[in-house]
T-cell receptor, first 113, second 110 residues
Framework: AQSVTQPDIHITVSEGASLELRCNYS??????LFWYVQSPGQGLQLLLK??????LVQGIKGFEAEFKRSQSSFNLRKPSVHWSDAAEYFC???????????FGAGTRLAVHP | NAGVTQTPKFQVLKTGQSMTLQCAQD?????MSWYRQDPGMGLRLIHY???????DQGEVPNGYNVSRSTTEDFPLRLLSAAPSQTSVYFC?????????FGPGTRLTVT
């Protein structure tokens, strides 16, 4: 069955510290992978996406993610977290038509000053 | 462009009432989808459309109907609301790669 697992429900980091959010997926074909961010009371904003090619993808707001096929992972990273990064982060895998996304349960990030 | 718009932003219904959540996009995207978001469960696909006149069921379609008479609009209908449908509903549109999400509708069924 297709699924996305985000093992960490909540993560707290200090401002300026590095961040890694984990995402593992189960998918029968070549995955199309996404990371979205949701600020409180807001909709979802795309951070980055992976369709093919270079396995290290750069996104907005200084985020990057690395696709590792052998580990079925697509972890999100940022070298230095800002207080404005506090939000909920969702990993998703897409069907070939890109129209059906399967989401993980999300990781809520808190940033301490 | 306004992008993806949803109305209303908030709604309270009594069990058994019906209502329609509106979704519109002005980007001429062929694909549109409805998701519901529940705590600890991420977003789950309710229904989707690959073009005007074409709709299909997603992961959690029961209790919801959709239609797609124009490219721009994709309303979601609750025929007889149940407390289990209390959730935040997101509409999304896509040109075929990434999806663009609306701001959401928070629905409470009492």
């Amino acid at each position: 069955a297709q699924s996305v697992t985000q093992p960490d429900i909540h993560i707290t980091v200090s401002e300026g510290a590095s961040l890694e959010l984990r995402c593992n997926y189960s998918y029968g074909a070549t995955p199309y992978l996404f990371w979205y961010v949701q600020s409180p009371g807001q909709g979802l904003q795309l951070l980055l996406k992976y369709f093919s090619g270079d396995t290290l993808v750069q996104g907005i707001k200084g985020f990057e993610a690395e696709f590792k096929r052998s580990q079925s992972s697509f972890n999100l990273r940022k070298p230095s977290v800002h207080w404005s990064d506090a939000a909920e982060y969702f990993c998703a895998v897409g069907a070939p038509s890109y129209n059906k996304l399967i989401f993980g349960a999300g990781t809520r990030l808190a940033v301490h000053p | 462009n306004a992008g993806v718009t949803q109305t209303p932003k908030f709604q309270v219904l009594k069990t058994g009432q019906s209502m329609t959540l509106q979704c519109a996009q002005d980007m001429n995207h062929e694909y549109m989808s409805w998701y519901r978001q529940d705590p600890g469960m991420g977003l789950r696909l309710i229904h989707y459309s690959v073009g005007a006149g074409i709709t299909d069921q997603g992961e959690v379609p029961n209790g919801y109907n959709v239609s797609r008479s124009t490219t721009e609009d994709f309303p979601l209908r609750l025929l007889s609301a149940a407390p289990s449908q209390t959730s935040v509903y997101f509409c999304a549109s896509s040109p075929g790669d990434e999806q663009y999400f609306g701001p959401g509708t928070r629905l409470t069924v009492t």
